[in-house]
């Protein structure tokens, strides 16, 4: 597989919709080992279940699975072993292929661990939202994208959304976006696969990325009926390794550790908010290279270490409140 190839296997891309949270988790595990908790917390959308349930949950959802095995450590990790599947064509023939997340993906991941952080494209997402409940009727009111390429921002997206339904005053408050704002905006509908398109092939980037991802995934699955896939990377986590000496990691703190101004009217709005994690990942990205960090999967190591569920559970919430006191967050 060419470098290009590697690069566009780590972005963002469209799939069909996972039809079981099987298939939905070993997606997940595909992407790295990963622990019961966090793995009922992404595939089932259950923050904050405790340890024991989340285990049952865990082997109920992908312990049968003969590709997919629990470590000592705890965390579950995708096998070599390929394991054959039967795959239904247009036609009601039946075909065998791979089972999801087994050899290949290893084999790419692997592949991609190779490349320079500079060859690599990054999305940088942030979303203005009704709330922060996504699957219960909460919906995006304004989403920006800025893609940085070369070290460098390339361009940036960003449009209102007319979220279809009513806006809470504290929202308002704080985004400063009022319905009459959004009334003749587009719906997410309209705009789903353009926003899918921007995405596609970029290392999907948030400041408390977890958020960000879920919100999206969730409106262009709405928009699309295809699930939105692929790796993402959090600015918030990448702080906490890269500049532990802060006492807060939320974007004003570490924005202002490395001087980057979010002009008092472009703060908690999509495009302002998205502009400053864009640079912050920048700086990020060469205070990385400072300590030999230069490639991907070294990056991507660097990120991961050391975040334990109990850590996410101190987090404070993703919506915005009038009084925030909290060490990270956006």
Same mark, same amino acid.
């Given at each position: 597989?060419?470098? *290009? ?82 795959? %239904?064509?247009? *036609? ?39 709330? @922060? ?55 997410? %509908?309209? /705009? ?10 970029? /290392? ?20 699309? @009926?295809?699930? !939105? ?21 939320? !974007? ?6 490395? %001087?980057?101004? /979010?002009?008092?009217? %472009? ?13 912050? !990942? ?23 270490? @050391? ?24």
């Amino acid at each position: 597989m060419d470098s *290009d190839s590697l690069i566009a296997s780590l972005g963002a891309r469209l799939k069909p919709a996972e039809s079981t949270l099987t298939d939905a988790a070993v997606a997940l595990i595909a992407r790295g080992p990963i622990a019961s908790p966090e793995l009922v917390a992404q595939v089932c959308q259950a923050i904050g279940v405790r340890r024991a349930l989340a285990e049952s949950l865990a082997r109920s959802i992908v312990g049968h699975r003969p590709d997919v095995r629990q470590g000592p450590d705890g965390r579950w990790t995708i096998t070599t072993q390929t394991v054959a599947r039967p795959r %239904a064509t247009s *036609d009601g023939t039946t075909v065998t292929r791979a089972a999801a997340g087994s050899t290949s993906p290893t084999l790419t991941r692997e592949g991609a661990a190779a490349l320079p952080i500079s060859s690599l494209r990054f999305a940088v997402v942030d979303v203005e939202t009704t709330g @922060g409940r996504p699957g219960h009727g909460d919906r995006i009111t304004e989403i920006a994208i800025v893609r940085v390429h070369g070290g460098q921002i390339v361009d940036v997206f960003e449009t209102l959304v007319n979220p279809e339904c009513a806006i809470p005053p504290m929202i308002t408050q704080i985004t400063r976006i009022t319905a009459d704002m959004v009334r003749s905006k587009p719906v997410f %509908a309209t /705009i789903a696969h353009d926003v899918a398109e921007r995405l596609a092939g970029h /290392i999907f980037v948030a400041h408390n990325v977890s958020f960000d991802w879920r919100v999206v995934s969730h409106e262009v699955y709405r928009g699309t @009926g295809q699930a !939105l896939d692929g790796t993402t990377l959090c600015t918030v986590r990448l702080a906490r390794k890269v500049l532990p000496q802060l006492p807060r990691r939320n !974007l004003d703190a570490v924005a202002n550790h490395y %001087a980057v101004e /979010i002009p008092a009217h %472009a703060r908690h709005r999509a495009a302002g908010d998205a502009i400053a994690t864009a640079r912050i !990942l920048l700086a990020m990205l060469r205070d990385a290279e400072g300590r030999d960090i230069t490639t991907w999967g070294a990056l991507d190591a660097f990120h991961r270490a @050391g975040t334990s569920m109990a850590k996410k559970r101190r987090r404070p919430p993703a919506t915005p409140s009038p009084v925030r006191d909290a060490s990270d967050g956006a």
